[in-house]
């Protein structure tokens, strides 16, 4: 059986581990969702609110054990943890302030009747499938719009974050939610692909690689089962032109290593235009290679560890993949010794479309600089990428950098920022970066029955 456990990616050490569900288990925590649905769903959106406003709050209470807890568990610094969970709370909270308004009936202007209402219905309980490089936000952005319509949940989070996984199961009974409306469970992937098959279950969320994606979506589709998938992303960071070279580098730093570059919205892709591409790779050069790692429970860290051996070692054999086929490595590449999963900043050049650094995602703190002739060749080459999550665009001149934001294929294009998460902001991408959309009242128009209510005269 699948083993969930924490092992600390900072030094190699097994903290704790856990078993997944046996048989009885599965049929159990299945029952208890389908249950449990039954009872939440006729709650008033107020109450749920109500709820939802105590978990916000508890995140900010509970800040310093949470953020310890995924420090140890996956590696992210510990100011970087704190950051995560105030965004999860703010997330809570958003949705506790404005989930009820998101729910009300709407009037539809249609002839021929008394009345045309659109109510918007909870559909049941719901399996989510969640990743390791954000624990908490992952799920907020999940549980936090479905919880308010009166779904219920059955949370897999990822085998190497067990004990952060317990503590948001843990809140949210601390909050007052019953504890079958949120339920976390430790399964393996055969056993969740048994539960998306089963009748009470009515839609997966999965945030995670394309592969893992791949498959929940034909397990889904094959049971007619609703799918969001956030999957992976190469995005593109495009520096057209810059009066001040130092912020931009400065900004391109954060948005690369920022949790050890292990973001599937994280600019890996670094295009720049000729006039201003030496500049940029000389200073950026110099800001990744005096970007130190340290141990993510020290407040002072900035870059941690990767989450585990194998992420580093996947890492390591894309960069050497990419030098042996001519790439020029500009620093970094290689990994850190002791044991510790921590990898150099690394910076590459000269990447072609035969080396696997040009088409895979770099999940660390890796980039890759391109050099384009203008805007139009950074358009077609940020969109030759078969991801499509996000991208941005810097420049001084506004109405170009909006012109070129407008033609990128992605899910979500900034201007002078990169990656921006609000809880008011939908979130997800195209092509196979996946479908459907999270967070602000995008993320409540997913797993609902939006129905209709037409009432005429006999």
Request: hydrophobic fraction near 40%.
């Given at each position: ?73 996956m590696?992210?610094?510990?100011a ?42 909870p ?8 990743p ?47 504890a ?28 995670g690689?394309?592969r ?5 979506g ?63 790779v000389t ?29 580093a ?24 010794d ?28 890796a ?18 990428s078969?991801?499509?999550l996000?991208g ?65 005269k006999?």
């Open positions: 059986m699948t083993t969930y456990k924490t092992v600390n990616p900072a030094n190699g050490t097994t903290v704790k581990e856990f078993e997944t569900l046996d048989t009885a288990g599965v049929e159990r925590v299945l029952a208890a969702a389908h249950s449990g649905y039954l009872t939440w769903s006729t709650t008033s959106p107020k109450h749920r609110a109500e709820i939802l406003h105590k978990v916000a709050d508890l995140y900010v209470e509970r800040a310093d054990e949470l953020a310890r807890s995924i420090a140890v568990e590696g992210k610094p510990l970087q943890a704190k950051g995560e969970v105030q965004l999860s709370s703010a997330i809570y909270q958003y949705y506790a302030d404005n989930g009820p308004t998101l729910l009300e009936d709407e009037k539809l202007d249609v002839p021929g009747a008394e009345e045309s209402v659109l109510q918007r219905k559909i049941g309980a719901l399996i989510g499938v969640m390791w490089n954000f624990p908490y936000y992952q799920v907020a952005r999940f549980a936090g719009p479905n919880l308010m319509l009166g779904n219920t949940i059955l949370l897999k989070h990822a085998p190497n974050c067990p004990q952060s996984a317990l503590l948001m199961e843990e809140i949210f009974q601390q909050a007052g939610l019953p079958d409306a949120y339920i976390n469970i430790f399964a393996s992937n055969e056993q969740i692909a048994d539960m998306i098959a089963d009748p009470r279950v009515q839609g997966v969320s999965l945030t690689s394309e893992a994606g791949t498959s929940v034909e397990t889904a589709g094959r049971n007619l089962k609703k799918v969001v998938l956030e999957l992976g992303g190469s995005d593109a960071f495009i520096l057209l032109d810059t009066d001040d070279m130092d912020a931009t580098v400065q900004s391109a730093t954060r948005a690369r290593l920022s949790n050890a570059g292990q973001a599937c919205n994280s600019a890996k892709r670094l295009i720049v235009t000729e006039q201003y591409f030496d500049e940029f200073k950026l050069t110099a800001s990744f290679g005096a970007t130190t790692t340290g141990d993510p429970l020290d407040e002072n860290t900035v870059l941690g560890p990767l989450s585990s051996q194998t992420a070692d996947t890492l390591i054999e894309q960069i050497e993949d990419a030098v042996a086929k001519g790439a020029t490595l500009l620093t970094g590449g290689k990994k850190i002791g044991p510790g999963a921590y990898v150099e900043p690394t910076l590459l050049t000269d990447v072609t479309p035969d080396m696997r650094a040009y088409s895979e995602e770099l999940f660390g703190p980039g890759v600089i391109y050099k384009v002739k203008d805007a139009e060749e950074a358009i077609e080459l940020a969109n030759s078969a991801y499509g996000s941005s665009v810097w420049s001084t001149d506004l109405d170009n950098a909006r012109t070129v934001a407008n033609q990128l294929d992605v899910g979500m294009a900034f201007v002078n920022e990169h990656g921006t998460t609000l809880p008011g902001l939908p979130f997800g991408g195209v092509k196979r970066s996946g479908v459907g959309r999270e967070l602000g009242p995008w993320g409540m128009d997913e797993f609902v029955n939006k129905k209709l209510v037409r009432v005429s006999k």
